[in-house]
Every structure is written in structure tokens, then in C-alpha cells.
């Protein structure tokens, strides 16, 4: 291994070695950061959403996951490269509430409340990217599509909570949770 290889098998504990150097994170602050931007980039895939339905772009990507049958597609037509952002911002949402569940499994696992929330706020999530699938290979079935954006708000605000939590000190956050 190089000496500019990362070796992760300190993970668990947060740390990080790059050659002989070791290097430390601050744990909740990088599950604070992947929580808040996993509502940021939440909420700008429900904007692109209804960019694309706005724009009569749902079906301009008629497969998934790939579009027009590739992985990068040619985003010379508006309604594909409007359709394609908003996949990858939402692959960028779900990178970030996976890290953020990851997180919260490996360092925080005391904190039942945050890896309990984590956990659902990463179901949601997934059920949304199936949902999202489906809308495609329906064709934009009203009801699916009505589903879709509903699941997109739900994902929006079980990281909101999530984040919210990780933001406030362990026994404050059990405490408000209790009230």
C-alpha cells in the first residue's frame, strides 16, 4: 500500500490512517454535516422534481436507472439534463442519509434515539428510490407520481429530524424527544 493510501480499518473508531500519519475526526461533527446535507440536497431533489413535472420532463429519461439507455446520457435536450439532475442530486441525498445512518450505527450506537431515526429516515428513503423507479416504468401514473412527491416530503422531513437531533447534545435531544 502506498504511502498516500487511506487504510480504514480504524473506522469504527474514527480514525483514519494515511501512511504512518493518523489522522482524527471529530465523529458528530461529521454526522452533523452529512445529516445537514442530506435536507439540503433532500430538498433540492423535490425542487428538481417539480422542475421536471413543471417542464413535462418526466419521461424524458423513459428508463431507469440508466436514461435513454445510458449511464451518462446526452443532455443536449433541457428535459433530459433537467430529469438526469435531478437523479444525481437525489443519489447525492441518498449518499449523504446512508453516511449519516452509518454514522450514527458506528459511533453513536448508544444513541438509540438517533440510530432508531437514522434507520427510518434511510427506509423512507429507499422506498422513495423505488417509488421513484416505479413512476418511470408506469409512465407517470397520476397516483404513482402523487406518491412519489408525498415520499420525496417524508424523506425531506425524517432527515430534518434527524439532523435536528444531531445537532442538539445527547442528553438534550433525549430530553426533548421525552417531552
Do not use: K
Amino acid at each position: 500500500m502506498g504511502a498516500d493510501a487511506i487504510r480504514c480499518e480504524g473506522l469504527s473508531r474514527g480514525t483514519f490512517s494515511r501512511g504512518r500519519a493518523l489522522m482524527r475526526i471529530d465523529r458528530r461533527r461529521f454526522l452533523r454535516m452529512m445529516a445537514i446535507l442530506g435536507v439540503v440536497f433532500a430538498y433540492a431533489t423535490i425542487v428538481l422534481g417539480g422542475t421536471v413535472r413543471g417542464m413535462g420532463a418526466g419521461l424524458a429519461c423513459p428508463d431507469w436507472p440508466l436514461c435513454n439507455g445510458s449511464l451518462v446520457p446526452n443532455v443536449g435536450d433541457a428535459g433530459v439534463l433537467v430529469e438526469y439532475v435531478h437523479r444525481l442530486v437525489a443519489v447525492l441525498t441518498g449518499l449523504f442519509v446512508l453516511f449519516t445512518l452509518l454514522a450514527a450505527i458506528l459511533w453513536f450506537r448508544s444513541e438509540m434515539r438517533l440510530v432508531t431515526l437514522s434507520i427510518v429516515s434511510f427506509a423512507v428513503l429507499a422506498t422513495q428510490v423505488v417509488v421513484g423507479a416505479v413512476t418511470i416504468t408506469s409512465e407517470n401514473d397520476p397516483a404513482i407520481v402523487t406518491l412519489h412527491l408525498a415520499l420525496g416530503t417524508a424523506t425531506l422531513a425524517a432527515a430534518l429530524i434527524v439532523a435536528m437531533v444531531s445537532l442538539w447534545p445527547p442528553s438534550a435531544a433525549s430530553a426533548a424527544l421525552d417531552r
